[in-house]
């Protein structure tokens, strides 16, 4: 069997089918309303001059019978008859069947009317339950009315009874707690005097919701909109439903239910048809289809009219408990009746109600409720298996949706125009407005409560449920909303026989087994248990979702009140909203078993617990989105890498803590716990949401929503940073820090030796990884500068704090805001398109002066782990040169100075060995803090060595382009900043964005000038000739939003010096990592420098290519712990996705599976080698150490 | 896994060319097409809601004015003894220029008829007629096109009396339309009493209950009872049997004991409604040899005017009628039996023995209707 095939097929019924229900259904629905109009005008200029007194008082008029069966209906059932005896009618007969009632209905009926029981003989013409009593007043007033006492039977054989008894002509059978208006009657049975040809063999009446009316002495004085939101839901309803459904069905003779609340009949054919049918719950849906059929049988004419004007009220089911069963109710009514009378199903012999009123009834309202629950759970599963077409499904349940309202829309509008009913407009306002929620609250509570219908109709369950009223005696200003759980009522359904109590108790109890007695009750428990949970669970979870979405607001208020509008502001909302969503189903699913647990204890210990956890989770959230505004990039694992005092020092240059913050804390705390205290209760959702919910909640799990969020991108760094849950961000980076998932092995390890000039070289891949044999790399300075004598020149490396080419340099993204830089790069070599190989400054001095892999958290993070190792520190040092560090701040900060001593260098100057006068801080933040030293102060610093017989190495590392981007003279370079700006041309608009960062390129500015006075200062020493200046940056500041991946390492690298022959541009990338190797190679080679031939330099050596390419591997470290960005021929590999770098260094998104894995293989197995080294403590035998390590 | 099935559902699915048409239709692009096209639907009806409202309630007030107007003019000809003494000012005439008003202002004045008459009537007549409103209904009546304002402006003319135009309302009493002829035939009877009746020598179409009960109100309107003996046998022999019920109908309620040869006539009409207006005419029309004759057809008939007859015996019924009473306990229908244990008990002589003997030898159903008999007795 080809199951392929079947799937297939399967597939095709499974989508088509769906489309031509759907579209079946929407055509029937716009017939229903177009029908409707013709059918509702038609009515409406009929009885434009119609005048009902007429009957009124004829004695001419058929006499009818009410039928008004009462079953427990003690506490209204006077006032009820009361207002049924004062309807205008002549020739009335009102019986009143209490259908053994367990209360004192009858009593109460007996001493109000004064009663007494007549011998009645009932001819049982239709078989029924036995009547124990007919009653009739002794007062003449109420001659109209006759009270039947009976077994219980139900409402069905109640209303049989009354067919037996009933003396006259017509019967209209009303529930009796309606409220009927006064000309109810005599409309009613106009059709049937109206008849001609056609007899009129059921006549059906309008059924509005009384909840909320002004109802005095039993008759309706003021009609008011339902204040609650069920019974005004319904109303809703019951419009659509009666305005357009049933006025359209009774144009075309095809109406096959009359309400059991309000409808007449014609005796002689209820009677012949049989009367109701007791076998079913629907028995008013199944009377009318017997009568139908016999009529059908017999071939004989008739039609079933239907009164579209409101005339019977009635009290609708405030509670989700009791509107649950009525809708069961209906479904399993509609179900038995469908059964009894399939024999009909499209068959032509049954005319119009064969092959249209059947079909519809079967397919529209019957099989609906499981089609739609059925593609609910269809689209699960998609989803669960990710074969859902996003768009294509929004995009369908949003036609659905729109439809559903242009429905519901179009019912309200008929209901103005013909009988208006809630006259004030901000009532239609509501009902517009409750429309709204329909889709998402109420029907699939509906939809879920037929499905129940369905599961008890299988149950062969049959009950008549009851409903228990509240009364219509209350006066308006009792009418106060009640609370969803206030309302309930749990009532036991009736069964339908009464079966003797005491058979029951007085059966003899066989010993149970202790399973049976203990433990199956437990479990049988434990679902509802479960399911009760859940519900309350729901409540706080969504209100937690409503304060993520407060927390992304006012990440997005604090984010355009300090930078303005950021690109892509629509996905960021929306996808941002995903993310929140995402990260909130994940909490539902790992928090919803200790939820349970603290349940079990108590619903007050869940509800608190889950108070305080809220706050916290919201607290944290908004904390991180601070923390992302602030520094422009979410906050990591690398929180974890960081010392307490790294933070202190980070934390406190940021500002730190201030009055108002603490106060804005503490406002935002008290709201996030006031809200999660107040509104769950509010917000527990009803029987079908919490269905929807745990299908969500199951999908969530097989799907896992947050992988599918992470491909939802903006497209620009920072709008794809911003629109990130940075809870979940964070929580993701920890969980993977503290449980890193096991490398994948490396097995395709051969087929990726691009870099063979490095990887055939390695010499003892076991215990030394990263060695390797290191005589290739080529001199590639050489053909660049002049040699002009045999002693080796001095080296200066300046690295900039935050100099990124986004804002340096020709073609700089933002513009270039280092003018000293951009003419120094017309002297220079300069790498247009050169990488730092990490995210922050901690990685910079390894990579660059030692070309080190990263180890777990950075190289220096290693501290006395810290392997011996060659750097140039160690090399140049052998090799006769003085080496020194210059510094700012502190040279502690990220173990620099511990680094630098390892490699043996001669002198560590910071902010401690600055002399005392002539030097200048920067300005401290709020909190007093300042990162030390000045730029301009560091290079003046670095010009008082004098010692400038021997060779030697500095190494120079700025600040003032740091967080909090303070500087003296500040107005100095607002200035420059605002001139820079127009020099670039920009416009008004621009300018305007730009200066949400001024204080960032205003220090950008700074540093440019502070190098340029350096270079000046220095060009006037002797030893400036035979100098070799390299600047480059340690990465690129990220307090400037970035736009990609990539553009956080991305700097420029300038080599500068007198020495120059000439000066080239390359567009070629290369890395910090290549540094080291290719200066050790040009000292070697051209100046005899003793250099070993084997070394584990993770790079290879700058690429002198003019034209953009990428010869290199480069793993690049975003923060101290992530390590997933890796660079590879012209590939960029971030985590999972792809990238094709292209010439200007943007990346654009590539999905070529192959590509995908051989960049991770590669990156693997670097990550590996990375791994083994600290595990093997060692990069170098001894014996090179010994000889080029430090001394 | 969920690979492979992702591909092989799409892949296969959309290899098929109705998968291709059908994924086009019903392109994300398509379906948000449509619900912009919904949604401006839905702004429409919302704002046609609004409109609606607000026209409605402009509507109401508008009507407040005219008819706060019209009662002026009113309240003086109740107080006037003519309609030419009083001016009517230009400014109520234009106001008049909008037929809304001018229907509003025949409104308020048929209603006014409604309830007045005498001089005040006429005078209310002459001030529609001063106003010109009656070429409005007359119009009406002549849209041949739209029954119910052609029904609307018939009814608004007879209000007014417009004898004048009885010729041309004549006319429609025989109308296609329901509504129409009914007014009509309203219309008649209203300006010329029970001589309108003549309408009932031609029409072919059936009168409903509802018209026949609208038709002898309006006949009661009139007071006087009139012999009717001479047309009625003419309307007994119609071809259109809802005209021979209304005729039986009229003879009941007017006492026309003159014509009870030509209702027995009835009794054997095939027509069942027929036969059962005839039994109960005759049961009002009663004298001696009634229940014999009803007790003569009781056989034939079919059981609700078997039940009928035997309502009417028990008010008719003498000891004469006794034998055939206790033959209808045996009858198969527990009714049948009941009602004529009612009249047994009630109306003939050792009426209850005879029950109560029958009910020892059989105790079902006749105990309870022994019980039943007695209570109402």
Redesign the interface.
Known sequence: MNW?LV??IL??IL??GI?IYSTLLLLSYIAIAIFSIGETRKYV??N??TDYR??AS?V???TVTILAPAYNEGMTIVENIRSLLSIYYVNLELIVINDGSKDDCLQKMIAAYDLEK??????Y?IKTKEVRGVYKSRNPIFHKLLVVDKVNGGKADALNVGINIASNKYLVCIDVDCILEQDALLKMV?P??????EKVIASGGVVRIANSCIIEDGKLVKVKLATDYLPRMQILEYIRAFILGRMAWSRLNGLMLISGAFGAFDK?IAIKAGGYDHNTVGEDMELVVRMRRYMEERNEKYRVTYIPDPLCWTEAPNSFNILGRQRNRWTRGTIETLKFHKKMFFNPKYGLLGMLSYPYWFFFEMCAPVIEFFGFVCFFIFAA???L?W??F???L??IV??G??YS??A??ME??TY?QY?R?TD?LIL?LTALTEPFYFHPFVVWSAIKGYIDYIRKKKAWGEMTRQGFAKKPADTTPVLIEAAPVIITPEPVIVVPETVEETADLPKESFYKRKIAPFISKVPEVLFESFRYYMGHILVLLLLLFVARGIELGIDYFEHGKPQYLDKIIWYGLAKDVAFATLITIWGYLPFTALFLIGKKTAHVSFIIFGTLLTLIQVALSQYFVTSLVPLGADLWSYSWADIEQTVGASGGLNLITILLLVAATSLFVFTLIKLPRLLLPNDGIVVFFILIVVTGGIRNLTKVTENMLPGHEYSNNLSLNKSYFFYKASYDQFFPSAEEDDIYGDDFLANAAYENRLIDKNNYPFLHQSDSTKNVLAPFFNKKDSVPPNIVIVLVEGLGRAFSNENAYLGSFTPYLDSLSLKSLYWENFLSTSGRTFGVLPALLGSLPFGPNGFTELGDEMPEHISLISLLKRNGYKTSFYYGGDASFDNMSAFLNKSGIDRVNDEKSFPQNGYQQLPASTSGFSWGYEDASLFKYALTDTATLSPSLKIILTVATHSPFLINNEAVYTDRFEKRMSELKFSEAQKKSYRNYTKQYASILYADHAIQQFINAYSKRPDFANTVFLITGDHRMPEIPMSTKIDRYHVPLFIYSPLLRKTEKFSSISSHFDIAPTLSAWLKYSYGLNIPDINAWVGTGVDTAKKFRNIHSIPLKQTKPELIDFIRGEYMLNGDAVFKIRPNMDLEPENIPEKKFALKSAFNRFKKKNQDFVTNGRLLPDSLVRKYGRQ | M?VI??Q???S??LN?SI?KD?LTF????N??I??QI??I??LL??I???A??LA?KRMYFYTQRIRNNIEVWISHIILEESVDGIDIPKKFYRLLDDPKARQVAIDELTNCKKNFSGIVAENIVALYNKLGLREDSLEKMQNKRK??LQ??GI?ELYLMDQKNLLTKIYRETNSKN??VRS?AQIAIIYMTGFNGLRFLDVISY?L???Q???L??QLRLFGKKEDLSDRIPRWLQSKND?VIVFAL?LAAEYQQYAVKDAIMGCLVHPSGAVRTRAIKTLIVLADEQTPFILTGYFSKENF?NQVHILNSLTSLATDEQAGFLEKLLDAPD??IK?KASVVLANNCTDGLSVIEKRAALEPE?FE??L??V???K
């Open positions: 392929n799937i297939d597939f095709d989508t088509y489309f200029h009929k434009s001059f007429i009957l004829s001419h008029a058929p007549i011998d009645y003989f009932v001819d013409k106009k049937f005097l109206e008849q001609t040809n002689e298996f990710g074969l077409d768009g294509f929004f995009s369908y949003l036609f729109s439809f309202y242009l829309a179009f309200i509008l103005v125009i208006n006259k407009r239609i517009l | 969920t099935l992702q092989m559902f799409t296969q699915f098929s998968g059908f019903m392109s994300p692009e379906l948000l449509g619900v919904m949604g639907g839905i009806i919302v046609l809601i609004y609606q409202l409605k029954w119910y029904a609307r009814q329901d509504f007014e059936p409903t209950l509802w026949q009960i609208k002898l109100e809802t109908r609700d527990n009714i009941l159903p309870r209707i019980r039943h007695k209570s109402v």
